[in-house]
């Protein structure tokens, strides 16, 4: 099998349980980059939430890349980007139409921080906002210019409220025809412009770096996986801890993110 790239999820694939990557991980990943395999993190994450995984892996500079925004952008790790699909001012309006759908947080993505117009803040809103080492910025509506632009919206709740089920099971059909909209956990619901994915993205930079699409692999395990999961020339590794559809639609199933499933996926196929 000649993997060129190898494009790995972040939560739930590349980190285990404690938010940290696994010695036999990492050591896997090194070998693998040290052969010339191009290793990128594609992940619903800003890139100020991936670097330090980044560096971990002894990934850094401007010919080493992310995948961010579950897709809507593309960066190299020096920050400057590839390739960005933003939402403006009539998605922002069309955002709260839905938040009023359910008891839900509301917050808006760019590649410098979030903002949100709610002053009670779930417990996983401001999960996400340290896990990615970004400030929240609580404005009101007369506060948000008319040429806002952002690249992801996330819907959240407490882990113990059914509001997101809700907000789920209430999103109007037309809603799903004009974004690409994810359940990324029980609690998070997260939405991109219409064609802006993971696996989108990950077509886009294989094309730029000259790379087929049949030499990429991918790791994955919840929604906002699938788009890279449904792409045939793809192989497709799907962690023992992933959802069901991730699972069928992969070419193998590995362990799960706490048992060192990309390494021993790494040992069998590519190293």
Sequence with gaps: MAIKMIAIDLD???LTSGNTISPETQKALQIAKNNGIKIVLATGRPLSGVLPFESQLGLEGDDQYAVVFNGAVVQNLAGKVLMSQEMDYRDFNVMLR???LSHVNLHFETTECFWTLDRDLSVQMQINAAFTNNDIRVRNRDEIPEDFTFNK???TCNKDSDQIAKLWGSIPDWAFESYDIVRSLDNV??????????GNALMDLAERLKISQKDVMVFGDQGNDISMFENPNFHKIAMGNAISMIK?????VTDDNDHNGIAKALKKFVI
């Design 12 to 14: 739930g694939t590349l």
């Design 189 to 198: 619901i997260e939405l991109n412009a219409i064609g802006a994915s993971k």
């Design 248 to 252: 069928e639609k992969a070419d193998y």
């Design 153 to 155: 919206v996330g819907f």
């Design 98 to 100: 839905l938040q009023r």
